[in-house]
């Protein structure tokens, strides 16, 4: 796939797999600033992160991100939230 995806406001950054998921990071310059796009490659689904959104990653407690490792098959295994 070429790098750009014949967009040349989206570069590819990167491919990432391992046994549990893959994705492909984009950098899309569409909107109102540069953003990180995240596309999952089994099922074609897409996110956009701001860097607003990417900075709360780094103050997010271990039970937030335990949270998103819920996908897929795994959803319904969430806890409820009190």
Same mark, same amino acid.
Do not use: C
């Given at each position: 796939?070429? +790098?750009? #995806?014949?967009?040349?406001?989206?570069?590819?950054? +990167?491919? &990432?797999?391992?046994?549990?998921?893959?994705?492909?990071?984009? &950098? =899309?310059?569409?909107?109102?600033?540069?953003?990180?796009?995240?596309? =999952? &490659?089994?099922?074609?689904?897409?996110?956009? &992160?701001?860097?607003?959104?990417?900075?709360?990653?780094?103050?997010?407690?271990?039970? =937030?991100?335990? =949270?998103?490792?819920?996908?897929? #098959?795994?959803?319904?295994?969430?806890?409820?939230?009190?």
């Amino acid at each position: 796939m070429p +790098a750009s #995806n014949g967009n040349p406001k989206r570069r590819q950054l +990167a491919v &990432l797999i391992n046994e549990f998921a893959a994705v492909r990071l984009w &950098l =899309d310059k569409h909107g109102n600033g540069p953003r990180l796009l995240v596309e =999952d &490659l089994e099922t074609g689904d897409e996110a956009f &992160l701001d860097p607003l959104e990417l900075s709360s990653f780094t103050v997010a407690t271990p039970e =937030d991100r335990e =949270d998103w490792l819920r996908v897929g #098959n795994y959803r319904g295994e969430r806890k409820p939230r009190p």
